[in-house]
């Protein structure tokens, strides 16, 4: 008989208590809260990755159970072209300035162009970011704060502002008077925040903790800069311009052109410093990507170079340029999310001195060696 204050006990407690057999409080494991109705997942192997605790676990190969160390972003195909647009029409904004400040009279209607195409490319960029965020209020919640030390603040605000400042030439660059001379000075600025604009996106995917793109911190910046140079510059060849706008177009873009290949080389060899993080680049789909992006932008550089060029050769030369620079994009993207999910990209780089140790200059013990992390070894 149940005495008064103690718990009634419910006909399922009762035939759980015939069915294990134990004299266990079924009240006492009742769970309750937020994460009562919680259903564990299964747990998911890295695709095409042979889980390292069947293979060579030791101290020079740990594993993390078989798993992924890291989970995978969740970014989607909007994301690489983003970081295309966006960086081609931070480098057309300069580029804007550059023919308004050198060619003065001559080249305005390029400059005009330019201006057309940076906003174009803001709005679009804009358009691009709010797809892969899924609701635009979560882009404005992005410009509620201005976080100097965050790279998703400052590339938020960079974009607006850019969007803000090529829209305002636009519309008041063309007139005369006070009205004008704002207008210029909004085109003044937004190309300021051109080379920002090319270059953020890198400087946000190298801090994150994906292997592949924390390797390349010092160089990928500069080479996502660079390769925008020369994409803006084949972009606005393709389209309709003067004769005399040609030269000013082809120097802009061989010159973005050089500076894209030996940037190229310097994020292969910052990737190489770890055999396991540089290893999406040289197999599979984003190894196909890379060398495809390599060989069009040195295609696209040799067309550009002859002696005597054809108006076709010209026209091969700057589509392989675009296609050159939207497949480099691609092929970091993907590369970057194969690489974190193969555990010995992230503890081989780590026990290396590298990662978030070299980020914060720790990279070498007293005795001047790189230092080694004693990470746990599973079996």
């Given at each position: 008989?149940t005495r008064p204050g103690e718990p009634t006990e419910t006909l399922l407690?009762?035939?759980?208590?015939?069915?294990?057999?134990?004299?266990?409080?079924?009240?006492?494991?009742?769970?309750?809260?937020?994460?009562?109705?919680?259903?564990?997942?299964?747990?998911?192997?890295?695709?095409?990755?042979?889980?390292?605790?069947?293979?060579?676990?030791?101290?020079?190969?740990?594993?993390?159970?078989?798993?992924?160390?890291?989970?995978?972003?969740?970014?989607?195909?909007?994301?690489?072209?983003?970081?295309?647009?966006?960086?081609?029409?931070?480098?057309?904004?300069?580029?804007?300035?550059?023919?308004?400040?050198?060619?003065?009279?001559?080249?305005?209607?390029?400059?005009?162009?330019?201006?057309?195409?940076?906003?174009?490319?803001?709005?679009?960029?804009?358009?691009?970011?709010?797809?892969?965020?899924?609701?635009?209020?979560?882009?404005?919640?992005?410009?509620?704060?201005?976080?100097?030390?965050?790279?998703?603040?400052?590339?938020?605000?960079?974009?607006?502002?850019?969007?803000?400042?090529?829209?305002?030439?636009?519309?008041?660059?063309?007139?005369?008077?006070?009205?004008?001379?704002?207008?210029?000075?909004?085109?003044?600025?937004?190309a300021l925040l051109g080379l920002p604009l090319?270059?953020?996106?890198?400087?946000?995917?190298?801090?994150?903790?994906?292997?592949?793109?924390?390797?390349?911190?010092?160089?990928?910046?500069?080479?996502?800069?660079?390769?925008?140079?020369?994409?803006?510059?084949?972009?606005?060849?393709?389209?309709?311009?003067?004769?005399?706008?040609?030269?000013?177009?082809?120097?802009?873009?061989?010159?973005?052109?050089?500076?894209?290949?030996?940037?190229?080389?310097?994020?292969?060899?910052?990737?190489?410093?770890?055999?396991?993080?540089?290893?999406?680049?040289?197999?599979?789909?984003?190894?196909?990507?890379?060398?495809?992006?390599?060989?069009?932008?040195?295609?696209?550089?040799?067309?550009?170079?002859?002696?005597?060029?054809?108006?076709?050769?010209?026209?091969?030369?700057?589509?392989?340029?675009?296609?050159?620079?939207?497949?480099?994009?691609?092929?970091?993207?993907?590369?970057?999310?194969?690489?974190?999910?193969?555990?010995?990209?992230?503890?081989?780089?780590?026990?290396?001195?590298?990662?978030?140790?070299?980020?914060?200059?720790?990279?070498?013990?007293?005795?001047?060696?790189?230092?080694?992390?004693?990470?746990?070894?599973?079996?």
């Open positions: 008989m407690d009762t035939l759980q208590r015939k069915r294990d057999g134990r004299n266990v409080d079924p009240a006492m494991g009742v769970l309750s809260g937020e994460g009562a109705q919680q259903r564990v997942k299964t747990l998911e192997r890295a695709p095409g990755l042979r889980p390292s605790s069947d293979g060579d676990a030791s101290s020079e190969a740990p594993s993390y159970y078989g798993l992924p160390v890291l989970k995978e972003p969740v970014w989607i195909a909007s994301v690489p072209m983003y970081l295309y647009v966006g960086g081609v029409a931070g480098a057309t904004s300069v580029l804007g300035l550059a023919a308004d400040l050198v060619g003065g009279r001559r080249l305005r209607g390029l400059g005009r162009r330019c201006v057309w195409l940076g906003t174009a490319g803001d709005l679009v960029s804009a358009g691009l970011l709010i797809h892969d965020l899924g609701r635009p209020e979560r882009f404005l919640n992005m410009l509620r704060v201005f976080r100097p030390t965050s790279p998703m603040s400052i590339g938020s605000w960079v974009l607006a502002a850019s969007g803000a400042f090529n829209t305002l030439a636009l519309v008041l660059g063309h007139r005369r008077g006070l009205t004008g001379t704002l207008g210029r000075a909004a085109g003044a600025s937004a090319s270059g953020y996106t890198a400087v946000l995917l190298t801090n994150t903790a994906v292997p592949l793109w924390q390797s390349m911190h010092r160089s990928l910046p500069l080479f996502f800069m660079a390769s925008a140079t020369a994409a803006s510059g084949a972009l606005m060849s393709l389209l309709p311009h003067a004769r005399h706008e040609a030269p000013v177009l082809r120097a802009f873009r061989v010159a973005g052109k050089v500076a894209e290949l030996a940037t190229r080389v310097a994020v292969e060899r910052d990737a190489a410093r770890v055999p396991e993080v540089i290893r999406p680049l040289r197999e599979g789909l984003p190894a196909a990507l890379w060398k495809a992006s390599k060989l069009c932008a040195g295609a696209g550089l040799l067309l550009d170079v002859l002696p005597r060029r054809t108006r076709g050769m010209a026209t091969a030369a700057n589509v392989l340029t675009t296609v050159g620079a939207v497949a480099a994009r691609f092929a970091i993207f993907h590369a970057g999310k194969v690489s974190s999910r193969n555990p010995q990209a992230t503890f081989q780089a780590q026990r290396q001195g590298l990662g978030a140790a070299e980020v914060t200059g720790h990279t070498a013990a007293s005795d001047g060696k790189p230092l080694k992390f004693p990470l746990p070894v599973v079996r």
